[in-house]
């Protein structure tokens, strides 16, 4: 069934990455299998963020030789870099598979991009000013603490827990979804989508790239390629109803809005919490009360229902 | 089958082998389910093995640290020490908090409840002094719930009896296949609300999303707003005046009465136009409708 969950602060920062991290270990009933956060620090001009992953989690027990294969993938990662002359500014090992680098580069960066997948088993998880994608296999306690996101400031995030049903159990099949062309954007889906296939294949003729089988994938590029195309988030939102079929409620991010969308049958839930200075939402009101443990009023949107707030 | 060899089984009638077999050969009367009441008793009002409780005699219940299970054990462990008034205290969204409560007793909650709230009760009257998530009230015999704040989607599913109040607005498919009773909605309600209604009646006091009332068989529905659109087989019919005079006593009597009274409401009924109220088989009933 899966969990998702959204929030953003209006005017000022905060320790989303922690509130994140309650709101989604509250869902963790309705998707054990793995924790996803998309979290947006403030933005450096001039600096792209990239996380990425160098191998599959089930890849670690594979035994003997397997730290060798990473560090040549990790080294073929930095050639391709150095090749399109990105600048390495900070990098961090967060665990054997996963890495963050911060780039300074003035070329074509979706190029880059896709030069660096190219390369065996390695998977851009985000590459942004703002963005920062995180998921894993496990819990979000589990994963938050891991990847160090108790200690993640910014000014909003959104958040899935995952109940394996249309793809495997891995990170590649773990939400949130990112894509190219449009840098900062990151989805989380609560639902299935019965006309993927036939949308995928639109989106891969206009050249975008699919890393996984999840149908929630194609959210994201969808909505990557109405922005690239000048389209606003509110209207990609709407338009979506339309075009995507079967039953679904998603959130989208940018590095400086958040939204939601319901399909026509309202058939999967999203409850809200609005004030002037934050907004909440999730799949359930228990993981809106982690954070917010005080009485407040919440509503369910109706179906076809679109918002976005600016952060 | 311990003793009984294989050469005995094939010689016995087929009675007799399903009963060396351990299978029940008797003649089910035609009613399946537990008789709880008497029907010659003057007054069938509770359960027999229900607890005596008392109206005056009250507890508090802190759920700050109890999971859902043990909230409602103790609601129950509470009713066997007669205790008739309950508040739940800080109940921060929990799921599915008293459930099944099948006799009197006045139960409140301070504070928001989560899914399947108070389901599958026949008799209390419960306080939510905060909203509640989906499927609130599912499955209700008798009793009154109210809702002082917002309900998700599925408020009152297959009801039967009982009056379902939310003092808010509530999500999509309200009063889905409910089968009687009362649900009484401040604000609006979603798209499908009572899909494949039955009998009983609802009643909203704001707009009403697409598909109202869409396949019902039965009921009444009542709306005081807006109508985006009636589902398949759902059509308008008279306000009368038994209506009206129904309509303020019940919604007088949760506070709720709008301030321009009960004349505008629309009265949606099942255009009984199905194939299931004829005996044309529905290809044969496309042609007609």
């Known amino acids: 069934m899966c969990g998702i969950a959204g929030l953003i602060h209006r005017g000022k920062r905060s320790s989303v990455g922690s509130e994140m991290t309650s709101m989604l270990q509250a869902l963790k009933h309705r998707g054990p299998d793995s924790t996803g956060f998309a979290v947006y620090g403030e933005p450096k001009p001039g600096d792209y963020i990239m996380r990425v992953k160098v191998a599959e989690r089930e890849f670690m027990d594979k035994g003997h030789g397997v730290q060798a294969i990473l560090d040549s993938r990790i080294e073929n990662l930095e050639s391709v870099l150095a090749l399109h002359k990105a600048e390495v500014r900070a990098k961090e090992t967060v665990t054997p598979y996963a890495l963050r680098y911060v780039l300074g580069h003035d ?20 590459m942004g000013n703002g963005l920062e994608l995180i998921k894993d296999l496990g819990d979000a306690a589990e994963v938050s603490e891991t990847y160090n996101l108790g200690t993640f400031d910014g000014t909003h995030a959104i958040g899935h827990t995952r109940m394996a049903t249309e793809s495997d159990v891995d990170i590649r099949s773990a939400h949130p979804y990112w894509a190219f062309p449009y840098n900062d954007v990151s989805v989380v889906h609560n639902g299935q989508i019965t006309n993927y296939w036939i949308k995928r294949r639109q989106m891969e003729h206009k050249g975008h790239r699919f890393m996984s089988n999840c149908d929630s994938e194609l959210l994201a590029v969808y909505t990557a390629d109405n922005l690239a195309n000048g389209i606003s ?58 954070i917010l443990p005080h009485e407040i009023d919440t509503t369910d949107p109706y179906d076809e229902e679109v918002r976005v707030w600016q952060a | 089958m311990a003793g009984v060899s294989d050469a005995e089984l094939k010689a016995m009638s087929q009675e007799d082998r399903a009963a060396a077999l351990g299978m029940t050969t008797e003649q089910l009367t035609g009613r399946t389910s537990m008789i709880e009441f008497n029907a010659d008793e003057e007054e069938r009002f509770t359960y027999p093995w229900a607890p005596d409780v008392f109206y005056n005699k009250r507890a508090d219940l802190d759920t700050t640290e109890l999971t859902t299970t043990e909230v409602n054990t103790r609601i129950r462990e509470l009713m066997n ?27 409140e909650f301070e504070g928001s409840l989560g899914y399947f709230a108070v389901g599958l009760i026949d008799g209390p009257n419960v306080r939510i002094k905060g909203r509640v998530g989906w499927s609130c009230g599912e499955n209700m015999m008798s009793g009154t719930i109210v809702v002082e704040k917002n309900a998700g989607s599925t408020f009152g599913a297959a009801i039967r009896g009982g009056d379902l109040v939310c003092k808010g607005s509530v999500g999509s498919r309200t009063g889905i296949d409910m089968k009687g009773g009362t649900i009484l909605v401040g604000g609006d309600t979603g ?49 009368t005046d038994l209506d009206k005079a129904w309509l303020t006593r019940k919604l007088g009597q949760y506070s709720m009465m709008p301030d321009q009274g009960v004349d505008h409401f629309t009265k949606i009924v099942a255009g009984k136009q199905l194939w299931n109220y004829d005996n044309l088989e529905p290809n044969e009933k496309k042609l007609i409708l």
């Open chain 2, 81 to 107: 020490e007669g205790y008739g008034h309950i508040t739940v205290k800080d109940p921060r969204g929990k799921h599915s908090l008293g459930v099944g409560i099948l006799s009197r007793l006045t139960l």
């Open chain 1, 107 to 126: 070329g074509d960066t979706e190029d880059m991009a896709r030069h660096i997948e190219e390369l065996e088993g390695i998977e851009i998880l985000s």
């Open chain 2, 191 to 239: 798209a499908l609300s009572g899909f494949m209604m039955q009998r009983g009646r609802m009643v909203v006091c704001g707009n009403a999303g697409k598909n109202l009332g869409d396949s019902m068989y039965d009921g009444t529905i009542f709306i005081g707003g807006e109508i985006q659109s009636c589902g398949v087989d759902a059509v308008e019919a008279e306000l």
């Open chain 1, 233 to 290: 988030l509110e209207d990609s939102l709407r338009q979506s109803i339309e075009d995507i079929d079967g039953v679904f409620t998603y959130l989208v991010a940018t590095k400086d809005q958040l939204g939601m969308a319901k399909d026509t049958m309202a058939a999967k839930p999203l409850v809200l919490y609005e004030s002037d200075d934050l907004i909440v939402m999730a799949s359930e009101e228990v993981a809106i009360r982690a």
